[in-house]
C-alpha cells in the first residue's frame, strides 16, 4: 500500500499525553510523535547520538522552552526547532501545549 492512516487514538501511548505513531503508521525510519501537554510539563533530558538520528520540535499551540546544551530557546506556536542528534535536550511547556515531534537518521 503506497500510505499508511492513523489518528493519534492509535499511537502508541508512552507517557500521559505522548502519542508515538511511528508503528500506528507503519514508518520504516520516520518517528513521529504527538504530545500533548499540561503547563507545567518537563521532559526528561535526552539525546539520539546512539541512534544517530536527529530530531524537529514543532509547537503547534502553548508556549514553550527547549533546552539545546545548555542554551534554553523559547518557542511560540507556529515555531519549530530542529536539534543535532548529540546534541542533549530538554522540552517543557509553560502552558498547556502541543507538540509534533519527527526524528530520521
Known amino acids: 500500500m503506497s500510505y499508511t492512516k492513523a489518528s493519534v487514538a492509535e499511537g ?49 499551540e502553548g508556549t514553550a522552552t527547549i533546552e539545546v546544551d545548555g542554551n534554553e530557546v523559547p518557542m511560540d506556536a507556529g515555531e519549530a526547532v530542529r536539534v543535532a542528534p548529540d546534541a542533549t535536550r530538554t522540552l517543557s511547556a509553560s502552558e498547556s501545549s502541543t507538540f509534533v515531534v519527527v526524528g530520521a537518521p
Open 12 to 60: 502508541d501511548e508512552k507517557a500521559p499525553g505522548m502519542h508515538f505513531m511511528r508503528e500506528a503508521l507503519d514508518c520504516e525510519n520516520l518517528g513521529f510523535t504527538v504530545l500533548d501537554a499540561e503547563a507545567g510539563w518537563s521532559g526528561m533530558e535526552h539525546d539520539h547520538a546512539g541512534d544517530d538520528h536527529e530530531e524537529v520540535y514543532y509547537l503547534v
